[in-house]
């Protein structure tokens, strides 16, 4: 009881927001109706997000797939941004046995969104977006773990996640006719590449007694890069050889490395209760700007330029006004009921909150990281079929969550009278509901 | 009957999973002061962009109105300064999209509805400004360096004050004036290369503002912005360091509830040769008094001499806050068949939405 009075009121001094997609929406149904408080008490495949040595607990193959949605309704100045909706199918196996006689699983998590693999924005500074939620949720997560449980009492897993950057390249070569533009020659090359990059993440989870559990979760940094070159040389009317060079090094995403401490609690037979502090490095984090590097040369031709044609300048470079972010703790709550638990069949009921405060210090400046503290309240409903045909010995899990995110709205004031975006107010909703089915072999 | 029911729930599947372009930017916050783009080719008829185009009439210096009290119109009134039996003077058009004016078309000629003809005035009028106070039509101009006011209960027919409104010792020139959400004037006025402001309670009686009462003289609440010597790599010189003018007066309370004193201006820099180059800059300044600070980039600046910014804004979509859209019309070099001569040509914001193509012209002025 002490230990849940001082989970309770490190809630209270705490805040946060998210990052990747599953960061903000959560892994599997199950999960997310018990509003992500679940590290130390996860056992299925949503393990291989919330803590890897969850896997070790599995007590057979477990195959799942379920589709999520969550919708933004996010507003400044009361109109809609129409930021994406972020949805897609989240998945996972796990696969548990024994080596030397040691409980050991393998798992594998999945979320493919399906509007987009990835995005790449590269905005202004000054351009309004809503950071944490208009571009970096967009994108796949891969994620591969194993997990081991020497004692009865203690699992330990760990492994990495998969994201990827984006390089390219686009050379135009040839003739530029000034004078008649259609009669210009030009020869394109584009080479791009997803490059594939890691991160580690590592859990811990000790039980101790019959009812209460603990756990530890690392989650590592990571950052995606967008990094665009574009390369032109060419022949201008036969009166000089332009050069230009472009370099576009920005970080496109950036996901703060993270710990989280979990807590479980068995109330009864039929209900528990969780709680997960969740802390996020976001004082670490880089800034999507785009960082421009250019290169101009263009000779004037002898005789200087014909009468009506200046050449372009070469724009100044971006000065990049720092994004002040503060480290958050996030805190999670989650309570699940055995409604029913019949040998064949049973009805699980959840119930879950979180509260992300905002990482992004106020926004007086130029730049415009739009963000707001967000409160989720979480529901779900899980069903079970037991042995339910001859063929398959085993569970057929179907859960369901839905959750309410609310932004409340808030004023940004601008130092600045003369800036182009001026005050704002902003603030909204998310809605995220989905499904998950799992099959469990014995 | 179980077969259909698949083919149906496959189908529905398949159309969760298609992709689409992202959003995430729109109706996007704005101060409703640009930056803005000169419009294009399907935007308006003719030439873009410009939008009021005669090379005997030679329009400049608009101020716009809404035609409508629907805040969701993009019907407009446009005031300007024309060219008519060799004098200045101020004609009227009007068009149903802010762009597809009256008198673009051939063979049609927006009406002078003002023209110099009290004693005090001279030759020519400049420099209109049209507001709406109550169910009249307030029209202040310059005429031989003072500010006269107009007054019209159909925006046609207007009745003028015998004598200046407003006058100094030093001629002043191009009036824009606004009023205050509790009821009060505002103008702001170009003098001897400086934006100047005054105030008064009925439109009438008019009283200058110093932008800083601690220094005995009458100070500008804009001057000329200093040159900078120090500049980057590719850093351009500010746009306004030879003089500033034209103010247009664009006062608004802010979504956080303060008065936020916004002035479009022209803003010059001297050329290598030839005259001043300009561009359209933002200043502003919060609460009720004082000087403004300027935004260092201009809000529209295409290397045409533009001048004189009018705005006219409207609201589109679901939205219940304020006006999202916004016209800018200045006047700028039009090349015509021996000489450049100025024609009013439009900019618009949001820069990243496309208008739809033009209306056509409307069939009477």
New interface residues.
């Given amino acids: 009881m002490r230990a849940m009075l001082l989970a309770i009121a490190l809630c209270g001094l705490s805040a946060s927001a998210s990052a990747n997609p599953l960061d903000t929406f959560g892994f599997g149904s199950r999960g997310v109706a018990l509003g992500g408080a679940t590290s130390a008490e996860v056992r299925d495949f949503s393990a291989n997000y919330y803590n890897p040595a969850g896997l070790a607990r599995a007590q057979g193959l477990e195959l799942a797939v379920g589709y999520f949605r969550a919708d933004h309704f996010l507003k400044?100045?009361?109109?809609?941004?129409?930021?994406?909706p972020v949805?897609g199918i989240s998945g996972g196996l796990v696969a548990p046995g024994k080596v030397l006689g040691v409980p050991f699983a393998f798992g594998l998590g999945l979320h493919l969104p399906?509007?987009?693999i990835s995005?790449v924005?590269a905005l202004r500074q000054e351009?309004?977006?809503?950071e944490l939620y208009?571009?970096r949720n967009?994108r796949l997560y891969l994620a591969a773990n194993l997990a081991v449980s020497p004692t009865p009492w203690l699992q330990l897993g760990g492994g990495l996640s998969f994201m990827s950057s984006t390089e390219g390249r686009l050379d135009i070569t040839g003739q530029a006719n000034l004078f008649a533009p259609t009669d210009s020659a030009l020869r394109h090359e584009v080479d791009a590449n997803l490059t594939a990059i890691r991160y580690p993440q590592l859990g811990v989870r000790v039980a101790l007694s019959d009812r209460v559990a603990l756990a530890l979760v690392y989650r590592g940094q990571f950052s995606l890069s967008l990094n665009l070159r574009a390369r032109l040389a060419g022949d201008i009317s036969g009166l000089t050889t332009a050069y230009y060079n472009l370099v576009e090094s920005s970080i496109n995403a950036f996901l703060p490395q993270q710990v989280v401490l979990g807590q479980s609690w068995k109330l009864s037979k039929r209900v528990s209760l969780n709680a997960d502090l969740t802390w996020i490095n976001w004082s670490a984090y880089v800034a999507p700007v785009a960082k421009l590097d250019?290169d101009l040369s263009i000779p004037p031709p002898a005789g200087g330029w014909p009468a009506g044609i200046t050449p372009p300048?070469?724009?100044?470079?971006t000065r990049v006004v720092p994004l002040v972010m503060h480290d958050r703790v996030v805190p999670h709550v989650g309570m699940e009921v055995h409604a029913v638990n019949e040998p064949r069949w049973g009805v699980d009921a959840r119930i879950g909150y979180e509260y992300a405060k905002s990482p992004i210090a106020a926004q007086t400046g130029p730049t415009?990281y739009i963000d707001r503290d967000r409160h989720s309240v979480s529901v779900g409903i899980g069903g079970r079929l037991s042995d339910f045909t001859s063929v398959l010995n085993g569970d057929l899990l179907l859960d369901a969550h839905l959750v309410w995110s609310v932004l409340p709205t808030a004023?940004?004031?601008k130092v600045?009278?003369?800036?182009?975006?001026?005050?704002?107010?902003?603030g909204g909703h998310v809605w995220n509901a989905g499904a998950t089915l799992t099959m469990r072999f014995r | 009957m179980t077969r259909l029911a698949t083919l149906i729930g496959i189908a529905l599947v398949g159309c969760a999973t298609i992709g689409s372009d992202g959003q995430g930017d729109l109706e996007l916050p704005t101060s409703g002061v640009g930056p803005f783009r000169k419009l294009g080719g399907p935007e308006v008829h003719g030439v873009p962009p410009f939008v009021l185009d005669s090379q005997s009439a030679l329009y400049r210096e608009p101020t716009a109105l809404a035609q409508d009290a629907d805040v969701r119109s993009t019907r407009v009134v446009l005031y300007a300064v024309a060219s008519a039996q060799g004098h200045d003077a101020i004609i009227r058009t009007h068009a149903d999209d802010g762009r597809s004016f009256y008198g673009g078309s051939a063979g049609a000629s927006p009406p002078v509805v003002l023209k110099a003809d009290q004693t005090w005035e001279g030759a020519d009028l400049s420099g209109p400004s049209a507001l709406r106070v109550g169910d009249q039509i307030y029209m202040y101009y310059a005429a031989n360096g003072a500010v006269g006011l107009a007054r019209s209960s159909d925006g046609v027919v207007f009745t003028k004050s015998a004598a200046p409104v407003f006058s100094l010792p030093e001629p002043i020139s191009a009036p824009s004036v606004a009023r205050l959400s509790d009821g009060r004037f505002r103008m702001a006025y170009a003098s001897r290369g400086a934006i100047y402001e005054a105030a008064s309670d009925d439109g009438v009686a008019w009283t200058t503002l110093d932008a800083d009462p601690s220094t005995p003289a009458q100070d500008p609440i804009l001057s000329a912005a200093p040159a900078r010597t120090n500049l980057a790599p590719g850093e351009r010189p500010l746009f306004d360091t030879a003089a500033v003018g034209d103010p247009l007066l664009l006062p608004r309370v802010t979504p956080a509830g303060r008065l936020q004193f916004r002035v479009l201006y022209t803003g010059f820099a001297n050329a290598e040769a030839g005259p001043p180059s300009s561009a359209i800059g933002f200043a502003a300044r919060f609460g009720d008094a004082g000087p403004l600070m300027r935004n260092p980039l201009p809000v529209l600046s295409l290397d045409k001499h533009e001048a004189a910014p009018a705005v006219f804004s409207w609201l589109q979509g679901e939205s219940s806050s304020d006006a999202n859209r916004f016209m800018l019309y200045v006047h700028m070099d039009q090349k015509g068949t021996s000489a450049v001569y100025p024609a009013i040509g439009a900019a618009f914001a949001p820069v990243s939405i496309t208008l739809p193509s033009a209306l056509a012209f409307p069939d009477a002025p």
Avoid: C, E, L
């Fill in positions: 400044t100045n009361g109109s809609d941004n129409g930021v994406d949805k399906d509007d987009r995005r924005r351009q309004p977006r809503w208009d571009n967009q250019v300048s070469v724009p100044a470079a415009n004023t940004t004031t600045d009278p003369s800036d182009f975006i001026g005050d704002y107010t902003a």
